[in-house]
């Protein structure tokens, strides 16, 4: 497990691909576990644990995770992230480069929950919710380009379902309609930094994860001391 800042109240990981944030019905021991294990032997913790999960990443998806490591933090981070006051930048490797290198998508997600997935309208629908990102193009391999994606509302799959509708799939995203899988079972989206106000301490947090080993994301690797 790779932690990228520790301290009283907040710790955040660097999640792979195949680690899911909290458990569900496969069974898999979640990060969140993984975690708190780590903390009981780094800190000889007697007892349970605690530890607050204030927000998810798909399972497919790498990158940063915050946690909290007190009800106090666990309290004001929620209010954070539910209000917006978490800057959350992502990037992702995709089939095809966008016709407009950098620009806002608006579009209405329904999602339906027996399949799992989200499916985006222009213009509102039924149980549909606005969701709103801002992209733009930081490079071009020989077949894939590299965007760079921040979140103005969290929706569910919002990223991979937006980015499909404008003919850009998420390498590996075989829900999303790109056409191989990726070897680890993963998608090209990696939560590649995170920004906000400490809940106790009040000093900026700015985060950055480094980028999955593999070949796909070495091609793009020159743009981090860019970026």
Known sequence: MEVIYDDNHIIVVNKTVSEIVQGDKTGDEPLSESVKRYLKEKYAKPGNVFLGVVHRLDRPVSGLVVFAKTSKALTRLNE??????????????????????????VHYLVRNEKMNKSFAYNKEVRNSKKAVLHYRLLGCSQNYSLLEVNLMTGRHHQIRCQLAKIGCPIKGDLKYGFPRSNPDGGISLHARRVRFIHPVSKKVIDLTAPLPSDNVWKCFQQFCSEK
């Open 80 to 105: 954070m992230f539910r209000n917006g006051e978490v800057e959350k930048t992502y990037w992702a490797v995709v089939r095809q480069r966008p016709e407009q290198e950098e620009g806002e998508l």
